[in-house]
């Protein structure tokens, strides 16, 4: 459930940032949840694999 807050993961940190940031070149989202954006590096592999996999056929 979104808390209207938007989420950030900071990819120099590894943290999760909180709040209306700027989107920069160590930022990914803004996702609608802290759940969401701690999985944004998982979510991005899974995301290249398949269109890696989708490539190849």
Do not use: C, I
């Not at 160590?26 to 890696?52: C, F, H, I, N, V």
């Amino acid at each position: 459930m979104s808390d209207g807050q938007q989420y950030w993961f900071n990819t120099k940190t590894g943290q999760v940032d909180v709040g209306h940031l700027k989107p920069g070149a160590t930022l990914m989202g803004p996702y609608a949840s802290r759940e969401e954006a701690e999985r944004a590096l998982q979510t991005a592999r899974e995301k290249t694999e398949a269109w890696d996999r989708a490539e190849e056929d």
